[in-house]
């Protein structure tokens, strides 16, 4: 199951972000605009085109400056993110440790994560409170994976699933966590209970501590590890009847930003990575309903694509942050930084995203279509995979 190339054209066809890629590699591109530049500096036929168009000489030359500011500004993020240092011991063959951990993998992202991270043959430990939906698919028989029945509001069912992943993988540490797993009601504030409101905290946000106090120890002691931060764009943006979720995943991207300095300051592990993903709208049973976008510059994702970010940043063992779509980076990820107006307006907005929204809730393995009915009935022990 390779990765998608990054010059094919994706499952969400030609977007913006397409566009952008196309761009970059090549009016955007120094390889390609300084060649151009010589020449028409120093060769008497580039001479003779750059008097007759007086104004190409300077398109090519802000070209040029433009390539070379964006590929020093991704080299600057890329370092300062990993503490300008290279971790070289990551081994995914069998003879290697590597062990991750996704929460949430029996649907959804996680599954595609899970089956990804299966297909290279790399040990996988499951953490969810639903069963494995991989018999739906024709890789059924995945024998690097192994599924732990997990409540991850509850600090005990965390303790009990590790001993057991532990056990199966005859002692082996987590060296990869991806937080994964999360819930969403879609309710109003007042029409929420203090038991849906906690539930969602408990499994977006509390369930991120939980799992980094107990598998952090052994990374930090090695300097090897990763931590996977599956967030969302609704970090950025808060929509109505999102309030709870809005909240919890900003809470989660405000965690993956302390622990990645603490690592460096603290702990004295800076080899230890913190990648944090911020996807749109996906399209999962969780967010079944929710309204798609334009198809260009805010489009629907696929949960291959969101799967393939991950695995590539876990593949690459390297800390970093992923916006997809990838033009959120310069919209969602920016809105604090507009005028108040603006801000108020795009919220007030955001309030049609969630008008045909009938999410799927799991809980303890049964399942609720319609998002209304599945929060009333809502309780501990439920749990679905984002």
């Not at 069963?131 to 965390?158: G, R």
């Not at 302390?258 to 996906?282: D, G, I, K, S, W």
């Not at 510059?297 to 970093?320: D, F, I, M, R, W």
């Amino acid at each position: 199951m390779p990765l998608h190339s990054s010059l094919s054209l994706p499952r969400e066809g030609f977007t913006i972000d397409v566009l952008g890629r196309i761009l970059k590699h090549t009016a955007l591109n120094p390889a390609l605009t300084l060649p151009l530049l010589l020449l028409a500096r120093f060769t008497q036929k580039g001479q003779g085109l750059t008097a007759a168009h007086p104004k190409l000489l300077k398109h090519v030359k802000t070209l040029l400056y433009l390539g070379l500011a964006d590929r020093i500004s991704a080299w600057l993020d890329r370092n300062a993110a990993n503490n300008w240092t290279r971790d070289d011991t990551w081994d995914w063959t069998d003879a290697g440790n590597e062990l991750v951990v996704v929460t949430g993998g029996s649907d959804g992202i996680g599954k595609e994560i899970v089956l990804q991270l299966a297909a290279r043959g790399i040990r996988v430990a499951v953490l969810d409170i639903q069963a494995p939906t991989w018999s739906d698919d024709a890789t059924d028989n995945l024998p690097t994976v192994y599924y732990a029945h997990c409540d991850l509001s509850s600090p005990p069912s965390i303790d009990a699933a590790l001993a057991d992943i532990r056990t199966h993988f005859a002692g082996r540490e987590p060296t990869v966590l991806i937080n994964n797993a999360g819930v969403c009601f879609g309710k109003p504030l007042l029409e929420s209970s203090p038991q849906l409101i906690r539930k969602t905290f408990a499994v977006n946000t509390l369930a991120h501590f939980d799992l980094a106090q107990r598998l952090l120890p052994s990374m930090v002691a090695r300097d090897h590890g990763m931590v996977v931060t599956v967030a969302s764009q609704a970090a950025f943006v808060a929509a109505p009847l999102l309030a709870d979720y809005a909240a919890s995943k900003a809470a989660a991207l405000a965690l993956h930003e302390a622990l990645a300095a603490e690592l460096a300051t603290v702990y004295n592990a800076p080899r230890v990575r913190t990648v944090a993903v911020c996807q749109n709208y996906t399209r999962t049973r969780l967010f079944e309903g929710f309204k798609e976008g334009d198809g260009w510059v805010n489009y629907t994702l696929h949960p291959q694509t969101v799967a393939e970010a991950v695995v590539g940043k876990v593949l690459g063992g390297e800390s970093g942050l992923v916006v997809l779509p990838a033009a959120g980076w310069w919209v969602s990820a920016k809105v604090r930084g507009w005028p108040l107006w603006m801000q108020v307006g795009l919220r007030k907005r955001c309030v049609e995203l969630m008008q045909g929204w009938k999410g799927r809730v799991v809980e303890q393995g049964r399942e609720e279509e319609d998002g209304n009915d599945a929060g009333k009935e809502a309780g501990v022990g439920e749990e679905k995979a984002a």
